[in-house]
């Protein structure tokens, strides 16, 4: 019995050694998060981009479509919505209900590029990593992963002043982008269009509804699939860039439906650091 | 053979790259298993089964192990070409995840590599693998196990964990003391009350998170204390955890710290058996990565204390352990009534029955007004021994076993079922009532041939409704096995979605080896396995699997 109180003693000190643990006083904010100052950080949250993979035959991507739509509605001013039409479900059929192509040479090159072709429904959550290489996300996980960047600080600020000329239907937009905090990799800046509100046919399960309406569909970028580089080494803090595109809506798109979708993301990680949107008209 | 020698050897030396010298005697041998499990997928969109690309998905393995004297090593090949339905896709991919090598040298034994270990009950430790869940969380580092005299067990462990077919970033430093007063003690050497002890402690280390708005701790500690007592028929145990603030995503980063706390007792003797048991689980989640959900990278295993059923309609709604708070209790009287009493018949009758009922924590705000469990804050204040109102989960089941003669042998099992789908499964939906009665029988025509029939019902006026099982079974001892089984849910409330689900199934073992393969359908559904879950989908076609070991 003797020796059990010194083997105890020193079990508890390889113990305190071997582990370590930070105890965190209140408060538990930062204070060191940047909240004054010209960009005017204390108003700037980080904006969530969730990216549907769908397709207007696939049988389960309504309801992917719901899910996304029910995050956004709990977090408006957090939640941005793009629906990619891409890969095998949205191949258009040549006669019956299935004729219309929503796919664009954007969404084809990025279903492609993130590997998300087998099984559809699938999104991204601003591109954050699911599993090592990979970035997909099942939709029944969507608002579990937005739940833990809600509370994240933005890195960036993008400001978007748009104007657009309805005699020729030209959108003209500018995009200030702020960077706030070091970024020491290189960044993109993305502009794209998404229209609202298109009524064609969509399977669901085993039914084909015909008036199905079709939300944040993806028609085209402004600057490519990639879109134009910010920085050519590194984003310090106070970094300030002002692009301005502008693209021609095609006649098939009702301009007032029409949304544009602007973010930023890192060439390393491939994570989008913010994102905002902006009404067309 | 000579080849995998070969390559054992070639690995042991190049995992480490250490050198030590130790006799390897002749007698030195090599043993594993086999598994492969592959699908043909037909696409049946009626019950939710939809096509499948790739028209066949695997999921296979191959463990050798290689055994001399004190020395052994192993390495594990796994295959998920792809992954089946229902497991994560991230397991696509071929390749040798697991490798190790163990010696033991008088009372030192080290493992460098990957190993599977807990500390007491899991509460703060547990690595571990879980085929069926597609859960594998296999240490990568190195564990030192000491005895410096018997009666005393110390374990130190560092190392990342697997997640996929990648390592955590985070990374896990633990230790382990287990103390049997008895071998330590000479005056408690032949005392009838038999005591062992034991304690944890392991921290995890993640990098901060700059973006993060909180001050987030990078090292988080857990600490565990156990006992073990036992005294002829009676026998006590318990292990209380705690945790440190650890905020994350599942517990929307609150700086609460965890607790858990796990108790059983149990009282034996011929002919009766009585277990009870009651736990309480307060924001244990705990994960090398604070931003994981999901089955992956858990450090802590919370074990339910529900019966874990069987029979297909039994486990239709299982229960499912909530790590962020749950506080329960569990009581089984097994009893045999003997052979020649009136109930007992010739051959006896065992007769058992359980109960167990988990509801939530009672939680309050942690300061005026804050609201509870807003991220950033305390969270909540929880008074220790108090239940909260919310039901999760109650479960009331007999079972009674008897054979008539010879030929005839039968089990009948009734339960009673209340499932909170909205917490468990994590979408809306009512409490679900259900009661489940099965018959399961079995005749014997002689030592080789027997018939088994298992016929289930399940009611509940929630969820899908009402569900019937059959099922028929035909052995040929030791070698065949066929059977057919339908399950049909006639009361679901559409009728459009009263789906049968048959299935056929045979299957030939031959010492070892074993062949089966199976046709029809499954329907989508929860798969636990103590108190943790994975969610499968509908799925139609044909199934093989092979298992071996040598």
């Known amino acids: 019995m003797k020796y059990i109180g010194s083997i105890f003693f020193i079990a508890l000190l390889i113990g305190y050694f071997f ?23 204390a108003t700037v949250k980080r904006k969530i981009l969730i990216e549907d993979y769908t397709g207007h035959k696939c049988p389960n991507c309504p309801f992917a479509a719901e899910v996304a739509k029910t995050i956004h509605e709990e977090h408006p001013d957090q939640v941005v919505v793009m629906a990619v039409h891409a890969g095998s479900f949205a191949t258009p059929d040549a006669s019956g209900n299935f004729t219309y192509d929503f796919r664009t040479p954007e969404g084809n090159q990025l279903n492609g ?25 099942q939709y029944t996980k969507w608002a579990e992963t937005v739940d833990t960047l809600l509370n994240d600080v933005a890195t960036v600020k993008l400001t978007l002043t748009n104007n657009y000329v309805e005699a020729n239907r030209t959108s003209n937009v500018t995009v200030k982008t702020d960077f706030l905090t070091d970024i020491e990799q290189n960044c993109f800046l993305c502009v794209y269009l998404t229209e609202d509100s298109i ?74 650091l913010q994102v905002e949107t902006v009404k067309v008209k | 053979m000579k080849k995998t020698l070969l390559l054992l050897t070639f690995f042991t030396l190049a995992i480490g790259g250490f050198v030590f010298s130790q006799e390897l005697n002749s007698n030195g041998n090599i043993h594993g298993n086999f598994s492969f499990e592959g699908q043909y997928y037909i696409t049946d969109s009626a019950i939710n089964a939809y096509e499948v690309k790739e028209k066949i998905l695997s999921n296979s393995f191959l463990n050798l192990i290689y055994t001399n004297g004190n020395f052994t090593s192993g390495i594990r090949y796994e295959a998920y070409l792809g992954p089946m339905k229902g497991y994560d896709d991230a397991y696509a991919g071929n390749g040798l995840p697991y490798r190790f ?7 030192l034994e080290v493992t460098v590599g990957n190993f599977y270990d807990q500390f007491g009950n899991g509460l703060i430790f547990r690595s571990y693998e879980e085929k069926t869940l597609g859960i594998d969380n296999a240490m990568d580092g190195i564990r030192v196990k000491f005895t410096p005299v018997n009666g005393i067990t110390l374990k130190g462990i560092v190392g990342n964990q697997r997640i996929y077919w990648a390592k955590s970033a985070g990374v896990l430093r633990g230790i382990d003391g287990e103390f049997a007063l008895n071998d330590l003690c000479s005056r408690m050497k032949d005392s009838k009350t038999k005591i062992i002890l034991g304690g944890s402690a392991i921290s995890k280390y993640q ?28 026998a006590l145990q318990g292990e209380y955890a705690y945790k440190i603030n650890d905020p ?119 300061g005026a007004g804050i609201a509870m469990d807003s991220a950033g804050t305390m969270g909540y204040k929880s008074e220790f021994f108090a239940f909260g109102d919310e039901l999760y989960f109650q479960d009331f089941n007999l079972e009674v076993t008897h054979k008539f003669n010879k030929h005839w042998k039968a089990i009948f099992s009734y339960l009673n079922l209340i499932y909170n789908i909205s917490i468990i499964e994590n979408h809306e939906g009512p409490l679900i009532y259900a009661n489940v009665g099965i018959a399961d029988v079995t005749y014997k025509f002689n030592e080789k041939n027997a018939v088994r029939v298992e016929l289930q019902n399940l009611m509940s006026k929630q969820d899908k409704g009402d569900w019937f099982t059959g099922l028929v079974e035909y052995t040929i001892a030791p070698k065949w096995f066929f059977s057919v089984m339908d399950q049909y849910n006639y009361g679901n409330e559409d009728f459009e979605k009263r789906f049968h689900y048959y299935m056929a199934a045979l299957g030939y073992t031959k010492g070892s080896n074993r062949i089966a393969l199976q046709y029809g359908r499954q329907r989508e559904g929860i798969v636990c396995v103590g108190g943790i879950c994975r969610a499968v989908p509908a799925s139609n076609g044909f199934q093989i699997s092979i298992t071996s070991s040598f």
């Open chain 2, 101 to 107: 090598a163990t010696y033991k040298k008088d009372e």
């Open chain 1, 199 to 272: 009524i064609k046919p969509q399977k669901k399960q085993n039914l084909t509804i015909l008036d199905y309406i079709h939300m944040h569909v993806l028609r085209k970028s402004f600057n490519g699939t990639y879109g134009t580089q910010l920085n050519s080494a590194a984003g310090a803090a106070g970094a300030t860039f002002t692009n301005s595109f502008s693209m021609n809506l095609s006649t098939d798109w009702v301009d007032k439906n029409c949304n544009i979708v602007v973010y930023v993301f890192r060439e390393d990680t491939k994570e989008i």
């Open chain 1, 19 to 41: 582990v370590s643990c930070d105890k965190i006083e209140e408060p538990f904010l930062r204070n060191n998060i940047p909240d004054t100052g010209d960009t005017g950080t």
């Open chain 2, 207 to 234: 990098k901060d998170k700059p973006t993060s708005k909180y001050k987030l701790p990078v090292n988080v500690a857990a600490f565990a204390g156990r006992f073990d007592i036992s005294r002829g028929r009676f």
């Open chain 2, 248 to 366: 994350s995503a599942l517990n929307n980063y609150i700086f609460k710290p965890g607790e858990a706390l796990f108790l059983s007792g149990s009282y034996s003797q011929k002919g009766l058996g009585v277990i009870v048991a009651a736990k309480r689980i307060d924001n244990m989640n705990f994960r090398t990565d604070r931003d994981m959900i999901g089955n992956p990278l858990t450090i802590s295993y919370l074990p339910s204390i529900t019966k874990q059923h069987t029979y297909s309609l039994a486990a239709l709604y299982p229960y499912s352990t909530q790590p962020n708070g749950e506080m329960g209790f569990f009581g089984q009287v097994e009893y045999m009534f003997k052979k020649g009493s009136k109930l007992g018949g010739k051959y006896g009758t065992d007769a058992s029955v359980n109960f167990s009922r988990i509801n939530n924590i009672k939680k309050e705000s942690p």
């Open chain 1, 113 to 137: 590029d993130f590997g998300l072709g087998a099984a559809y429904p699938i999104g991204l959550i601003s591109r954050i990593t699911s599993a090592p290489g990979r970035w997909d996300v």
